[in-house]
């Protein structure tokens, strides 16, 4: 599969944005979609997750209550694209953002997107 992000930018803390990720190639039905961060000197850390079958989702603290993944699925059970809804933005919060599919936390596809950049300005 390959995965093609947008929507990031310079925001002021407290501010929004909305992410995006376009899927093509095959995702796996089943398995769930996940949004990543990789943040300078850091290791990348998944931050949302969301489910084929019932499109619950799952958040890490850092970002619960903040965040909000949805999901796009085609009539034919293809993912199609997901987002990530991001409230009140704090700082820590800038990172390179990326999507892919997960197998509990670890990713499916060697093939990353180019990511999207949030900047959190304080």
């Known amino acids: 599969a390959q995965f093609r992000e947008s929507g990031g930018g310079l925001v002021q803390a407290g501010g929004t944005l909305r992410l995006s990720c376009e899927i093509s190639?095959?995702?796996?039905?089943?398995?769930?979609m996940a949004w990543f961060r990789q943040a300078p000197g850091k290791d990348r850390e998944v931050v949302a997750r969301?489910?084929?079958?019932?499109?619950?989702?799952?958040?890490?603290?850092a970002v619960k209550g903040r965040f909000t993944m949805s999901s796009v699925i085609s009539s034919n059970g293809i993912w199609k694209t997901v987002f990530l809804q991001m409230n009140s933005l704090k700082p820590e919060d800038t990172a390179v953002y990326y999507c892919?599919?997960?197998?509990?936390?670890?990713?499916?596809?060697?093939?990353w997107g180019q990511g999207t950049q949030v900047t959190v300005s304080s």
């Open positions: 892919n599919q997960v197998d509990r936390n670890m990713p499916i596809w060697n093939s």
């Open positions: 190639g095959g995702a796996l039905s089943g398995y769930p």
């Open positions: 969301i489910y084929w079958n019932d499109d619950s989702t799952e958040y890490s603290d």
